[in-house]
């Protein structure tokens, strides 16, 4: 997936901007990182799990088609995120920094089982790929009980653009009639929305030189809901399928810091 391929106007405005504040001459307060991480652990309902009768998909009488949809988690659909930050710091101080922060958070496309028809036939779905755009400021605090090593604790708010999420659902080898059929392919699930984060992290920077040191942090990281868009779920009367999206999650992060 490449994490550039949307907002690219403003995502070269702000890395230029990071970019262009390394050229210029500036105190030893001032560092730059890259953040590049995993997230293993992530929390927030994905969709609920409502029951409802299907029988329009297939042209059968009204009530012979139960569909039984379960609840699934971000976890569930997507078991694996990838991170990547830029940031910019600047060190009041031996106790506290001061950051700004531009980052992505990005997965490949869900494929899973979320209910039956009938009773015993799967019910399957592909969500699209899942990507969203942050933009942070944070104040960290620093304990530094050496020279070179400085445990540290976090807390930041930002903003969040997470990309338009689009769901496909389908029963193999049993195609749906042809308006429900192409209706139910990439069907809008989760409008492009905007929404705010917020993360409490703790971490260990390691100081290399006077000029680089690394550093490995974890803690909790959250954001808003999702806008759902139930233009072809509701067709169904499943408007309330999609009424959740709240993300949160715990990762690992590895970064390089440079100080100027």
Do not use: C
Not at 33 to 50: A, E, M, Q, S, W
Not at 131 to 139: G, H, P, V
């Amino acid at each position: 997936m490449n994490l550039f391929a949307t907002r690219p106007h403003l995502r070269s405005a702000l890395i230029t901007a990071l970019l262009a504040l390394s050229t210029v001459s500036l105190s030893a307060s001032w560092s730059f990182g890259l953040k590049g991480g995993l997230v293993p652990i992530t929390n927030g309902d994905f969709h609920r799990g409502p029951s409802f009768d299907g029988s329009v998909l297939l042209g059968l009488p009204a009530g012979s088609l139960p569909v039984d949809v379960d609840a699934k988690s971000f976890d569930d659909v997507y078991s694996n995120f990838n991170e990547i930050a830029f940031e910019a710091s600047y060190a009041a101080g031996e106790k506290l920094t001061y950051t700004l922060g531009t980052g992505w958070l990005s997965s490949d496309e869900g494929n899973l089982r979320v209910g039956t028809v009938a009773g015993t036939l799967p019910l399957n779905a592909r969500f699209s790929e899942y990507e969203d755009f942050q933009i942070y400021a944070a104040l960290r605090y620093n304990f530094r009980v050496t020279e070179r090593w400085n445990p540290y604790v976090t807390a930041q708010l930002g903003y969040t653009q997470v990309d338009e999420i689009t769901a496909s659902f389908f029963v193999p080898g049993t195609p749906f009639n042809a308006p429900y059929q192409a209706a139910l392919t990439n069907a809008k699930f989760y409008d492009a929305t905007n929404t705010w984060n917020y993360g409490l992290l703790v971490g260990v920077e390691y100081k290399i030189n006077d000029t680089a040191s690394l550093a490995l942090e974890t803690g909790y990281v959250g954001q808003g809901g999702l806008d759902d868009n139930d233009s072809v779920l509701g067709l169904l009367g499943l408007n309330a399928l999609n009424d959740e999206g709240d993300l949160s999650y715990v990762p690992v992060r590895l970064s390089l810091n440079i100080r100027f």
